[in-house]
């Protein structure tokens, strides 16, 4: 990787709440001693989670990279016109050309011109 990975940059931070706790047991026989397990969990659960991190991380890598090999899906895309108008013999014409393209995976989408306002090709001297 050529990056320089940011050394204080917080890329996740995790909230449990005892909310959360009682949720994820609603199908368990309650604790006899609720308070002493909420105890239990505080000294554990956040070593316990990050012997997981890690893999994790990687698993979430190898989902994205798997994302971005999906068609795109030209979320993000920019009109790029070229040509201009040009004057000749005192007719003015235009080869104006636009052109769509995804920002993402540089895909041109549509080309525009102006042919749909229909002049008379044969006007050319
Ligand atoms: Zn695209």
Same mark, same amino acid.
């Given at each position: 990787?050529? #990056?320089?990975?940011?050394?204080?940059?917080?890329?996740? @931070?995790?909230t449990?709440?005892?909310?959360?706790?009682?949720?994820?047991? %609603?199908?368990r026989?309650? $604790?006899k001693?609720w &308070?002493? #397990?909420i105890?239990?969990l505080?000294d554990h659960l956040a070593? $316990?989670?990050?012997? !997981? %991190?890690?893999d994790?991380? &990687?698993?979430?890598? =190898? $989902?994205?990279?798997?994302? @971005? @090999?999906e068609?795109c899906? !030209? &979320?993000?895309?920019?009109?790029i016109?070229?040509g201009?108008? !040009?004057? =000749?013999?005192? /007719?003015v014409?235009?080869?104006?050309h /636009?052109?769509? !393209?995804?920002?993402?995976?540089g $895909?041109v989408?549509?080309?525009?011109?102006?042919?749909?306002?229909e /002049?008379p090709a044969? =006007?050319m001297p």
């Amino acid at each position: 990787m050529s #990056f320089t990975p940011l050394p204080g940059k917080i890329v996740a @931070q995790v909230t449990v709440t005892e909310e959360d706790v009682f949720y994820a047991l %609603v199908y368990r026989e309650q $604790a006899k001693d609720w &308070r002493k #397990f909420i105890e239990y969990l505080c000294d554990h659960l956040a070593d $316990a989670l990050n012997e !997981h %991190v890690y893999d994790e991380i &990687r698993y979430l890598y =190898d $989902a994205w990279l798997e994302q @971005q @090999q999906e068609e795109c899906p !030209h &979320r993000r895309t920019t009109v790029i016109t070229t040509g201009g108008y !040009h004057f =000749d013999a005192g /007719e003015v014409w235009d080869d104006l050309h /636009e052109e769509v !393209h995804c920002l993402d995976c540089g $895909a041109v989408l549509t080309v525009l011109t102006d042919e749909d306002e229909e /002049e008379p090709a044969e =006007d050319m001297p």
